[in-house]
């Protein structure tokens, strides 16, 4: 477990930092499709099968094919302007300064000490299902609500506005 | 074993990258992704502290966290491409220096 752990996460690791810093778009973008995988392989070494399978589904099969379409319908776009040398180094420095926070709660609480288990077949999903069922069967609903009025507000967003011409051939007709 | 502590630290450099990303790149698309991958490196913290807990008392509420948070993930990303190919449709460009319309 311990060497699938540091190989999916040197693979991650390696995917994100050029998923952010490819020049080219679309390079990035399946970056970070190798970036998603990565993660959905850590969370199958931690036992968590539902989550796995859904990140790869979700993130690899619909997320970044979504980023891979809008980046081809917005082609000549690219902003090949590097950003300005305030901009870069506030950037890394911020960044530095999360990290740093990040790590020091991680490391200083009791957590560090604790060792993640071994992953023992079990019908987890089934628990997950009726868990969601029941315990958190209100959230579900909504959080089903939300995402139909984000994909029909997607829609409405993304529809091509009809050229003045084609309004008015429409209305006399 | 892995300790917890490892994942946390992979998920807290994840997170480093996107945050140093989402400042420094100038391409919307670029900082829409950066923003996916800070969702990731938080899921990941989330599996990690459910592996914990299922230790302790059998309890696996992160990951049904992790299911919601990739449920508005998902809504975000569909709107956020949108409101992308909205802008790119009117602007004919994507750099956030140029779309500052409600900055002060």
Same mark, same amino acid.
């Given at each position: 477990?311990?060497?699938?752990f540091v190989l ?7 995917a994100?930092?050029?998923a952010?810093?490819?020049p080219? !778009? %679309?390079?990035c973008?399946?970056a970070?499709?190798?970036?998603f995988?990565?993660l959905?392989?850590i969370?199958l070494?931690?036992? =968590?099968e539902?989550?796995g399978?859904?990140?790869?589904l979700?993130? &690899?099969? +619909? ?5 891979? #379409?809008?980046?081809l !319908? *917005?082609?000549?776009? @690219? ?9 870069? %180094?506030?950037g *890394?420095?911020i960044?530095? =300064?999360?990290?740093?926070v990040? =790590?020091?709660?991680v490391?200083t609480?009791g957590v560090s000490?604790? =060792?993640t288990?071994a ?5 987890r ?5 009726v868990?969601?069922?029941q315990?958190?069967?209100l959230p579900? @609903? ?5 995402? *139909?009025?984000?994909?029909?507000g997607?829609v409405?967003?993304?529809?091509? @506005?009809?050229?003045?011409?084609a309004?008015?051939?429409? @209305? *006399?007709r | 074993m ?6 946390l630290?992979?998920s ?12 420094i ?6 900082? #829409? ?6 969702l ?5 913290s989330? &599996? ?5 807990w299922n230790q302790i008392?059998?309890? #696996?509420?992160?990951? %049904?966290?992790?299911f919601?948070?990739?449920?508005v +993930? +998902?809504?975000?990303?569909?709107v ?5 190919i909205?802008?790119?449709r009117t602007?004919k ?7 500052d !319309?409600?900055k002060l």
């Amino acid at each position: 477990m311990t060497v699938s752990f540091v190989l999916l996460a040197l693979l991650t690791l390696s995917a994100a930092v050029a998923a952010m810093s490819m020049p080219r !778009l %679309i390079h990035c973008a399946l970056a970070l499709a190798v970036a998603f995988t990565g993660l959905g392989g850590i969370f199958l070494n931690l036992g =968590a099968e539902f989550v796995g399978l859904a990140q790869l589904l979700v993130y &690899v099969g +619909a997320v970044a094919i979504l980023i891979v #379409f809008a980046i081809l !319908l *917005t082609r000549g776009s @690219e902003v090949s302007m590097r950003p300005g040398a305030r901009s870069a %180094i506030s950037g *890394t420095v911020i960044a530095l =300064a999360v990290f740093a926070v990040l =790590a020091h709660a991680v490391l200083t609480s009791g957590v560090s000490r604790m =060792a993640t288990t071994a992953v023992t077949p079990s019908n987890r999903v089934q628990e997950i299902g009726v868990t969601l069922l029941q315990q958190y069967v209100l959230p579900l @609903e909504v959080i089903a609500l939300l995402l *139909t009025a984000a994909l029909i507000g997607a829609v409405i967003l993304a529809w091509r @506005e009809k050229s003045p011409a084609a309004q008015e051939g429409a @209305e *006399t007709r | 074993m892995v300790p917890v502590s490892y994942y946390l630290i992979l998920s807290a450099i994840l997170f480093s990258i996107g945050v140093g990303a989402f400042l420094i790149k100038r391409n919307i698309i670029t900082i #829409f992704m950066s923003i996916e991958l800070m969702l990731n490196a938080v899921n990941l913290s989330f &599996v990690a502290f459910a592996n914990y807990w299922n230790q302790i008392n059998h309890q #696996f509420s992160g990951q %049904i966290f992790v299911f919601f948070v990739m449920v508005v +993930a +998902a809504a975000e990303a569909a709107v956020g491409l949108a409101i992308i190919i909205a802008l790119f449709r009117t602007r004919k460009t994507l750099n956030v220096d140029q779309v500052d !319309l409600m900055k002060l």
